[in-house]
């Protein structure tokens, strides 16, 4: 997964490099505000380059290119200390976690053993218990409780990289919806811009107007 997000990191940056070293084609003029909110939909910035506002285009390939650093670097982190407290399990517990369902996975953390998980089970459901199978590559049984408490402390650090690299996609998304309204807005005023009257002069005498308006 890390890998994965490290390569559209590298694909993002070269791409930002290349727009914010290419000087925009053109003017400004009839720039339509919709293809410039889509182009920032795909690429914040990628709008606003199109609408004629270099400046706010760079702001918005920078944010861009920070938040995938962000959730690239709290990706990797989760998945390092998910191997951590997988490790940790094996070498402490006797159990590996690999494909186990998280509910498994957080009663591991919660009892000693999976004989005292089943005792508690038959304790509070009597006949109705619902027993963990104590086949060979399900019971674990922890050598001592501070290892047990170090599980749940690697645990819930790999949990707390998982949110923050959540809120870094949240970022994403946030980021391409105000670039998106700030490259239509730009594009729109382009078009009000180029709307205006002219008077000429009529060679055969008198003058008239000439208005000129964007579409």
């Known amino acids: 997964m890390a890998n994965r997000f490290t390569r559209a990191l590298v694909n993002l940056t070269v791409s930002s490099l290349i727009l914010i070293g290419v000087p925009s084609v053109g003017n400004a003029r009839n720039k339509s505000p919709a293809g410039a909110a889509v182009l920032s939909l795909v690429l914040p910035g990628l709008g606003e380059f199109y609408a004629g506002g270099r400046r706010s285009a760079r702001f918005f390939l920078v944010a861009e290119g920070l938040l995938w650093s962000g959730m690239a670097t709290f990706r990797f982190l989760e998945s390092y200390r998910v191997d951590a407290y997988h490790a ?128």
């Open 88 to 215: 940790h399990a094996a070498a402490h517990a006797g159990i590996r976690l690999r494909n186990l369902p998280e509910s498994f996975i957080k009663e591991v953390g919660d009892f000693e053993s999976i004989y005292e998980r089943n005792r508690r089970e038959r304790f509070l459901a009597g006949e109705h218990a619902n027993l963990r199978a104590e086949t060979v590559d399900r019971i674990w049984e922890w050598d001592t409780e501070a290892s047990r408490i170090e599980f749940l402390d690697l645990r819930s650090k790999a949990t707390s990289a998982e949110q923050k690299a959540f809120l870094f996609i949240g970022g994403l998304i946030l980021n391409r919806f105000a670039s998106a309204l700030n490259a239509a807005s730009i594009a729109r005023k382009s078009r009000t811009q180029n709307t205006g009257v002219k008077l000429l002069v009529d060679p055969r005498g008198g003058l008239y107007a000439s208005i000129r308006r964007g579409f």
